[in-house]
């Protein structure tokens, strides 16, 4: 096994990129960073062993900062058996065919975003049209009504301001603001929900039961705060689709020409754009991993965005391939912390998408106009500038 010398990850994206290609499978960084890992079955492997890699790796959040609304609910940082209960008791109301019965109320969001979009030269993609069409599906299914949707649409901008290493410095504190904001909004809105209940999802979150257990109200209004922050991939999703497709113009041409392969491309986008850079886990007993073992209590860092370009699994990975034969990648992750939203983001992306492809002749990104998300983090952007030639609409 050849070993690569470490150094630090670059927050430029083109040399992050680089970066990932040179790492070994398992590689040990010095002093106290941690282990890394790069290779697809690896990464898979580590994903999958939660008795060995613990997902509680957040500091405890204070019960006086307004951060708590993370903390209870939050299956992402979450082990078993806790997890497996909570998941049991969302699963029951977030169901899979729930979802595709979303389908006529997304398409109505798409369409009120896209009309006010229509007609431009260009627009911010990500302010005025993906955060507030996450925002607004997200809102609506939940039962939040009018008033209500415009603050979960400033709470998305705010959150993709965490990942800006442009942002001004106030970005935390903006947070820190929308959440307190949020959480009196949720805990008033679930108490209204529990005396009159509907056929919102917040409804569904209030009668699910697992062996007489239900959900408490610091629980769901935690597990909205959860459906937000981790909602904001399929926002970064449709905008990396535009800045891959701008970059593949021949793509978008054989997606105008070919319908049928837009799941597939939504597919590849996700691989070569991995939303999600990487993930941490901590050992909670020695394990080996790619023939290194890596004693218990250290910090892993799971690299997602190297995993689906590895040359071990993917056929040139470092291909944008809307026609891609196999595509395993794990952008939504592996294992019991497999996406619960998958099944909402694919179906937000495919409608949003087709209806672009759908109204436009021609798209294109502005680079001038466009603030890259720091790539150590995740691969999108904060503010995107595209530039629309539309169709004549009938």
């Given at each position: 096994?050849?070993?690569?010398?470490?150094?630090?990850?670059?927050?430029?994206?083109?040399?992050?990129?680089?970066?990932?290609?040179?790492?070994?499978?398992?590689?040990?960084?010095?002093?106290?960073?941690?282990?890394?890992?790069?290779?697809?079955?690896?990464?898979?492997?580590?994903?999958?062993?939660?008795?060995?890699?613990?997902?509680?790796?957040?500091?405890?959040?204070?019960?006086?900062?307004?951060m708590?609304?993370?903390?209870?609910?939050?299956?992402?940082?979450?082990?078993?058996?806790?997890?497996?209960?909570?998941?049991?008791?969302?699963?029951?109301?977030?169901?899979?065919?729930?979802?595709?019965?979303?389908?006529?109320?997304?398409?109505?969001?798409?369409?009120?975003?896209?009309?006010?979009?229509?007609?431009?030269?260009?627009?911010?993609?990500?302010?005025?049209?993906?955060?507030?069409?996450?925002?607004?599906?997200?809102?609506r299914?939940?039962?939040?009504?009018?008033?209500?949707q415009?603050?979960?649409?400033?709470?998305?901008?705010?959150?993709?301001?965490?990942?800006?290493?442009?942002?001004?410095?106030?970005?935390?504190?903006?947070?820190?603001?929308?959440?307190?904001?949020?959480?009196?909004?949720?805990?008033?809105?679930?108490?209204?929900?529990?005396?009159?209940?509907?056929?919102?999802?917040?409804?569904?979150?209030?009668?699910?039961?697992?062996?007489?257990?239900?959900?408490?109200?610091?629980?769901?209004?935690?597990?909205?705060?959860?459906?937000?922050?981790?909602?904001?991939?399929?926002?970064?999703?449709?905008?990396?689709?535009?800045?891959?497709?701008?970059?593949h113009p021949?793509?978008?041409?054989?997606?105008?020409?070919?319908?049928?392969?837009?799941?597939?491309?939504?597919?590849?986008?996700?691989?070569?754009?991995?939303?999600?850079?990487?993930v941490?886990?901590?050992?909670v007993?020695?394990?080996?991993?790619?023939?290194?073992?890596?004693?218990?209590?250290?910090?892993?860092?799971?690299?997602?965005?190297?995993?689906?370009?590895?040359?071990?699994?993917?056929?040139?990975?470092?291909?944008?391939?809307?026609?891609?034969?196999?595509?395993?990648?794990?952008?939504?992750?592996?294992?019991?912390?497999?996406?619960?939203g998958?099944?909402?983001?694919?179906?937000?992306?495919?409608?949003?998408?087709?209806?672009?492809?759908?109204?436009?002749?021609?798209?294109?990104?502005?680079?001038?106009g466009?603030?890259?998300?720091?790539?150590?983090l995740?691969?999108?952007?904060?503010?995107?500038?595209?530039?629309?030639?539309?169709?004549?609409?009938?």
């Amino acid at each position: 096994m050849t070993t690569s010398v470490w150094t630090p990850p670059p927050a430029d994206e083109a040399e992050l990129t680089e970066w990932l290609r040179a790492r070994d499978p398992v590689t040990r960084a010095p002093g106290a960073g941690g282990w890394h890992v790069f290779g697809y079955p690896e990464v898979k492997e580590v994903l999958a062993d939660h008795g060995a890699f613990s997902n509680a790796v957040v500091r405890p959040v204070p019960d006086d900062s307004p951060m708590r609304l993370y903390r209870t609910g939050n299956l992402t940082w979450m082990d078993p058996p806790r997890h497996r209960n909570l998941r049991g008791l969302v699963s029951q109301a977030f169901t899979p065919r729930w979802v595709a019965g979303l389908e006529p109320m997304i398409r109505e969001t798409v369409a009120t975003f896209l009309d006010g979009l229509r007609g431009r030269a260009e627009a911010d993609f990500v302010r005025e049209f993906a955060s507030p069409v996450v925002a607004t599906v997200i809102a609506r299914m939940l039962g939040i009504p009018g008033k209500g949707q415009q603050l979960f649409q400033e709470w998305s901008r705010s959150l993709l301001a965490l990942a800006d290493p442009s942002a001004e410095g106030n970005g935390l504190q903006q947070v820190l603001t929308r959440t307190q904001i949020a959480e009196a909004y949720l805990h008033r809105f679930v108490a209204r929900r529990r005396a009159a209940p509907t056929d919102d999802l917040t409804s569904k979150l209030i009668a699910a039961e697992i062996d007489g257990e239900r959900l408490g109200d610091d629980e769901i209004a935690g597990l909205i705060a959860l459906l937000m922050s981790t909602g904001q991939a399929a926002t970064i999703t449709l905008v990396n689709a535009m800045i891959v497709l701008g970059r593949h113009p021949e793509a978008v041409a054989e997606l105008r020409a070919r319908p049928e392969l837009l799941d597939p491309a939504i597919d590849e986008v996700m691989r070569y754009r991995s939303e999600t850079t990487r993930v941490e886990r901590r050992t909670v007993r020695d394990v080996v991993i790619g023939g290194h073992e890596i004693p218990a209590g250290q910090s892993v860092s799971v690299w997602i965005a190297a995993a689906n370009r590895d040359p071990r699994v993917f056929d040139d990975p470092h291909v944008f391939d809307v026609g891609r034969a196999r595509n395993p990648h794990i952008a939504f992750g592996h294992g019991i912390h497999y996406c619960l939203g998958a099944p909402l983001a694919r179906l937000e992306i495919r409608i949003a998408l087709r209806e672009l492809l759908d109204s436009t002749l021609d798209f294109a990104i502005d680079p001038a106009g466009t603030r890259l998300l720091d790539p150590r983090l995740m691969f999108g952007a904060s503010e995107a500038t595209v530039r629309f030639t539309w169709k004549e609409k009938q």
